[in-house]
């Protein structure tokens, strides 16, 4: 038997309808049942969209106004206590504040009135290898569970009333465990007997309610788990088997490994497994998972844009099926979350390339013509298969695709292409020179506020509506006045503020060869943050310099140094739907040939300081320890080839966030940039001691608050945090900066959190002894 299903589908509705709501909510436009009512009609379009297309069953619990971990915090009933609830608050308020944190208490540092302290969100940080961003529960020696279901309960009900049948998602216990923090030496495992009790408690709810399966998502099977780990995944499901609602086991995103006996024994009536990102190991499934239970197949690549080559997929089915007496179900490899809604009639992506690529709804028809083909043949859906088998080929022979002239500049590159001239100590004296900056040098990370205003003019312009003057005369006023600003606060480092960019990707992709974008291509990156990532389909170019004259003109506003903004060429592949037709590698390197020429070109327009974002380095790890190395040898080459075509005196930046580090720490260095900044606020500075037990060699500016929050840090919030930081890091090597751009935020609170800021850096010099020069 043969059933299709999904494993999630993407939450923000086909026109960002669920980011705009809730973006109204937070201003106070509308209040929760408005919001509540956005939310119920998006799922019943979506569970509508998943039943017209053949689908056995709708998903449910893959819905969440921010994220789905965040959701099981409250499920689970273990929110911080740090948080206070009390009960009186309601299910959003609590939700909004997890992922927000409140400002409580008011504060005078900066004269502005602004509310500080408070309780700081959750932590933020990747979801696996994605740019999801997920939020990170808290765990403690006192944390206890209480099952809170109503909401969830609610949503089983709504899509029964519409007549689906139900399948609900869930996060499994170890797998939400394992995403988890540990305050206070708590050990997450020893909490696995006390969380238990509570899911078998929800799956029986929800059994009762008439679900007719539940998945529970275990993706860390997929990791290189400790033993006690490994071993606590049979007690758990032995317990949970008991609640009596079929359960499906759902790995994804890496091979099971030496895990794959474990998950085809573990007592559930059925396990999916990640056929695309491990297509090796879907005939060992198919002949160590017993008969009785169902076999669920991700064959259509959740995580990736490209049309699906249907014929190598029923390739890759059929000596499954023949191995299998039991139950065969497709599906694509994980949620559909990490894809576009659509992309089947997008008005800026031309014909042709509108037929090589599959969103979210077109990959439900794939599955529609896998399962047609494997119960029925293929004469129903001959013309399916007849357009999925030209726009493959038509793929494969376009010009747009490969360029000699890349393949020769590679090729041309010699072998110190990726090192710098003198080692960093010779390089640091070098630049302390030219810039005599200050201890405790303050800058931030590159974008400042993205106001209504330039949003409006970019829109203007992109219609047609604004001329090419016009617009660069809006945004030279913005970046004037983001100068001002800088310069009246007393930062010692500026940036230009970005307001002519869109999108820290986006922007240079636009001005690269090789890549296309949509004009509706969204994808949820973190709550109501979406991105909308291009698509890299051919070999890369730059065809001229993307930054080099707004740079300059910041920089001829001010004495003060400037720094170039460039995103790094790791960041762009992985914040891009890759082109799956070559490696990986190569294109990376292709990137970096086209970031080191922009490089090259802000060092000869008098740009001192130039900045390689690349947070999204350690997103790229492989999940499995045995691929790291090859990874971080090719990524880590990357970023040297954009950054190694400068002189000493130039001082290279690179920015990273919202991830763990400290296990890729030697690979960090390894990049060699001059400076390098980095997330720690969220995690109260934790971040920061694997840099100084490594005794990272170069510089180094810990983020001291939290741009995601609406709160305004405390000059005094800032202070401690530094000092913190100046225990495990030599002081004259610390700079002071956000934790991340600006561009989310108002110009108020950007403003008095910087005032605190700049202050809080005073102070430390001042603690320092009144040094007035970094030290030689």
């Given at each position: ?597 922009e490089v090259c070109d802000l060092e000869r327009a008098g740009i001192g300081i130039v900045q390689i974002d690349e947070p999204a380095l350690r997103e790229g790890l492989p999940l499995r320890r045995a691929s790291r190395d090859a990874y971080l040898d090719w990524a880590g080459r990357a970023f040297r080839i954009a950054a190694s075509g400068v002189a000493d005196a130039t001082q290279i ?124």
């Open positions: 038997m043969i059933k299709t299903h999904i494993l999630g589908y993407p939450r923000i509705g086909a026109q960002r309808e669920l980011k705009f709501a809730l973006e109204r909510h937070w201003r106070g436009e509308i209040d929760e049942q408005a919001l509540e009512a956005v939310a119920a009609e998006l799922r019943a379009r979506h569970w509508a969209d998943q039943r017209a297309a053949g689908l056995d069953f709708v998903g449910v619990g893959d819905f969440a106004f921010y994220d789905q971990v965040a959701d099981h915090v409250l499920l689970f009933g273990c929110a911080p206590a740090r948080f206070g609830f009390t009960g009186a608050e309601t299910p959003l308020q609590q939700l909004f504040t997890l992922a927000r944190g409140v400002a409580t208490e008011a504060h005078d540092d900066c004269g502005c009135g602004h509310a500080s302290h408070g309780k700081p969100a959750l932590e933020m940080t990747k979801w696996f290898d994605t740019n999801y961003h997920y939020l990170v529960p808290e765990f403690d020696a006192a944390t206890r569970f209480a099952l809170a279901p109503d909401r969830l309960l609610d949503q089983v009900a709504q899509a029964r009333t519409l007549g689906h049948a139900v399948k609900v998602t869930l996060v499994g216990p170890l797998s939400f465990l394992w995403l988890g923090k540990a305050k206070d030496g708590a050990d997450r495992l020893a909490l696995l007997d006390a969380l238990l009790p509570v899911y078998c408690d929800l799956l029986a709810r929800l059994k009762a309610a008439g679900a007719e399966w539940v998945q529970l998502d275990e993706p860390i099977l997929g990791l290189d788990l400790p033993g006690d780990w490994s071993l606590a995944f049979e007690r758990a499901y032995h317990l949970l088997h008991g609640a009596g609602v079929p359960l499906l086991l759902a790995t994804y995103f890496s091979p099971l490994q030496e895990n794959l006996s474990l998950a085809c024994k573990l007592p559930v009536a059925g396990l999916h497994v990640d056929g695309v990102r491990a297509p090796e190991e879907l005939r060992p499934v198919a002949d160590w998972l017993p008969d009785h239970k169902v076999l669920s197949v991700g064959i259509v690549d959740g995580r990736n844009i490209w049309r699906a080559d249907l014929d190598a997929c029923l390739e890759r089915l059929r000596p499954v099926l023949e191995r299998r007496a039991g139950a065969v179900w497709l599906a694509p490899s994980c949620s559909l979350l990490h894809v576009p809604f659509t992309l089947a009639h997008d008005a800026a992506l031309d014909a042709e390339l509108r037929t090589w690529l599959a969103g979210a709804r077109e990959k439900l028809n794939e599955l529609r013509i896998l399962k047609q083909v494997l119960t029925g043949g293929e004469r129903a859906v001959a013309m399916d298969l007849a357009a999925a088998r030209a726009a493959l080929a038509a793929r494969r022979a376009s010009p747009r695709v490969a360029r000699p002239d890349v393949a020769a500049a590679l090729a041309a590159l010699p072998p110190d292409a990726d090192r710098r001239a003198a080692p960093f100590a010779q390089r640091q004296a070098v630049q302390r020179a030219r810039f005599d900056l200050p201890a405790f040098p303050t800058t931030t990370i590159g974008s400042f506020p993205q106001t209504p205003a330039i949003r409006a003019a970019r829109a203007a312009w992109r219609r047609g509506e604004l001329a090419d003057a016009g617009y660069d005369t809006a945004m030279r006023a913005e970046i004037a006045h983001a100068v001002r600003v800088q310069e009246e606060l007393g930062l010692d480092v500026l940036v230009h503020g970005e307001a002519e960019r869109n999108d820290m990707v986006e922007y240079f992709g636009e001005q690269l060869d090789g890549f296309a974008f949509s004009a509706n291509g969204w994808v949820q990156s973190y709550g109501s943050r979406c991105v909308k990532p291009p698509v890299l389909y051919g070999d890369v170019a730059r065809p001229a310099p993307m930054t080099v004259a707004w740079t300059a003109y910041a920089q001829s506003l001010t004495a003060r140094p400037m720094k170039g903004m460039l995103t790094g060429p790791v960041t762009i592949l992985q914040w891009s739907f890759v082109r799956d037709d070559q490696p990986r590698a190569l294109t990376c390197a292709q990137i970096a040939l086209a970031i080191r020429a930046h690179t920015h990273m966030c919202y991830a763990e580090f400290n296990d890729i720490l030697p690979a960090i260095a390894a990049l060699d940039a001059d400076v390098i900044t980095i997330e720690t606020s969220r995690s109260d500075m934790e971040l920061l001691a694997g840099f100084g037990a490594f005794a990272y060699p170069n510089e180094i500016g810990p983020g001291v608050y939290d741009i995601h929050s609406p709160r305004v840090p405390a000059t005094s919030d800032m202070v401690r945090l530094l000092r913190k930081a100046s225990a495990v890091v030599p002081a004259d090597r610390l700079w002071v900066n956000p934790d991340c751009g600006l561009k989310t935020r108002a110009w108020p609170e950007t403003e008095a959190a910087l005032r605190n800021m700049v202050a809080a850096a005073r102070l430390l010099r001042d603690e320092a002894g009144g040094g007035t020069v970094q030290a030689a």
